[in-house]
């Protein structure tokens, strides 16, 4: 629906709302071929470093600002309509920390590194069909914190976070750990929920082919009811049987374990009774995989299973609590987008004026790769970002300081920690003052 209509919430003025059309199933151009450019000329002196302050040639990006990339957490917001549609707080939670996995799960194969928003930047998307509209903002340069306020179209939830992602680079691979709180908010059971994402690490860096791995501890904590479900995304091992591996457990409110979920981030996630686990592992067929290769092979690795194909053994008893969408057939063409980062920086004529100057969708480096002009891309993300350290500079030797548009710095009313929460007023269609960031 390309059409601009006036609505209004149960608890808002009435404001504009921009309906995007979402129709988009491939990009103007294909990827670039990496093959004739090497990354360890620029990564070399780069060891043990955090790489935010290193500019990386064009060629390594996709065509996305990490705003949008942040966005593709809400691709399986159905999981928080199913949490709202149940009135057992630990059926909330079973949908609760599938969305929590699923968050990560656009992110197989997505091995082309997303543009550093600009201090100022902003993205917004509207999703009738998913019942959200997001709003997110670069609220810092240094060090590199990204906002986002997403709501339910029918105030039925509400999901923010910030998000301050550490890169370094360990000689093979690269190590993104995404610190920042996460919180979902379910108004209707007056609940919230936190967790952080796990660490996401790109091997073969310099020689090989390039895979991804989730790693770490995620504790989904309900701070109304004190449950929490304690999820381990496990490192690949040495043989890589472990690869993709997410498993865990809820606690109810007397600390007892009540289930078992298991699966892998790149496919699906199941539930299961956690006295059926036991008996189960107690038999000793244990979770293995339904696809072997040879103990030690290099293929246990690099030989990586598609998330189309069935690899989890399902456990008798259990039930599926969700599974990834297939992606498109000229994923791999087009950056391995999945149908919903597809259509993430369509710009659709119906917007003009409407959204706000600094929206990603306006920024000319990422708008010239997605085009397939990659010597303008290139040009155009080397004077944004003269232009940005030109404007830092401005600020530095003046009185004024930045001050961000939409969120405020603040602290987090559910676990106490530091945050930046959405100030309102984004949605009114009023843009005065905007920095000129492009």
Request: with cysteine; glycine share 6%; proline share 6%.
């Amino acid at each position: 629906i390309k059409n601009i209509k006036t609505c209004g919430g149960p608890n808002d003025s009435m404001f504009v709302r921009l309906f995007i059309p979402h129709s988009r199933t491939s990009l103007p151009a294909s990827m670039f071929s990496r093959n004739d450019f090497s990354i360890w000329s620029i990564l070399r002196k780069c060891i043990g470093m955090e790489l935010s302050k290193i500019t990386m040639p064009v060629i390594f990006n996709e065509p996305l600002s990490f705003l949008q990339r942040l966005t593709e957490y809400m691709e399986h917001t159905y999981l928080i309509h199913q949490a709202n549609a149940s009135s057992d707080s630990i059926e909330r939670m079973k949908c609760v920390a599938a969305f929590a996995v699923s968050a990560v799960a656009s992110q197989w194969e997505r091995t082309g590194k997303p543009f550093n928003p600009l201090l100022g930047e902003t993205y917004e998307l509207v999703r009738e069909d998913l019942g959200f509209r997001l709003i997110s903002e670069q609220v810092s340069h240094h060090p590199p914190v990204s906002a986002f306020h997403a709501e339910g179209l029918k105030k039925d939830f509400v999901f923010h976070g910030s998000i301050y992602p550490k890169l370094k680079f360990w000689g093979k691979s690269v190590e993104a750990e995404p610190k920042g709180i996460i919180t979902l908010e379910l108004p209707r059971y007056n609940e919230a929920y936190t967790w952080t994402n796990p660490t996401c690490c790109v091997h073969n860096i310099i020689v090989g082919q390039l895979w991804i791995e989730q790693y770490g501890n995620v504790e989904v904590l309900n701070h109304k009811t004190g449950e929490r479900c304690c999820l381990n995304f496990k490192p690949c091992g040495l043989f890589g049987k472990e690869l993709h591996k997410v498993e865990g457990y809820i606690l109810d409110k007397s600390k007892k374990k009540v289930c078992s979920l298991y699966g892998k981030w790149t496919e699906c996630m199941y539930i299961v009774d956690y006295a059926a686990l036991e008996a189960h592992k107690r038999s000793g067929k244990g979770t293995a995989e339904k696809k072997s290769s040879k103990p030690g092979s290099r293929e246990e690795v690099e030989e990586i299973p598609l998330p189309e194909a069935d690899t989890v053994e399902v456990i008798p008893g259990s039930y599926l609590l969700w599974r990834i969408a297939p992606r498109p057939v000229n994923s791999t063409e087009m950056y391995s987008f999945t149908s919903f980062a597809m259509q993430l920086n369509e710009l659709d004529k119906d917007m003009d004026g409407l959204i706000p100057k600094t929206d990603c969708r306006l920024r000319p480096d990422i708008r010239a790769m997605e085009n397939g002009d990659i010597d303008l891309a290139s040009e155009e993300k080397k004077r944004l970002e003269e232009k940005q350290r030109a404007a830092c500079k401005t600020y530095s030797k003046s009185d004024d300081e930045w001050k961000t548009k939409w969120f405020q710095q603040g602290q987090n009313p559910h676990n106490g920690s530091q945050d930046w929460l959405f100030s309102t007023g984004y949605w009114n269609r009023n843009y005065p003052l905007l920095p000129d960031i492009y």
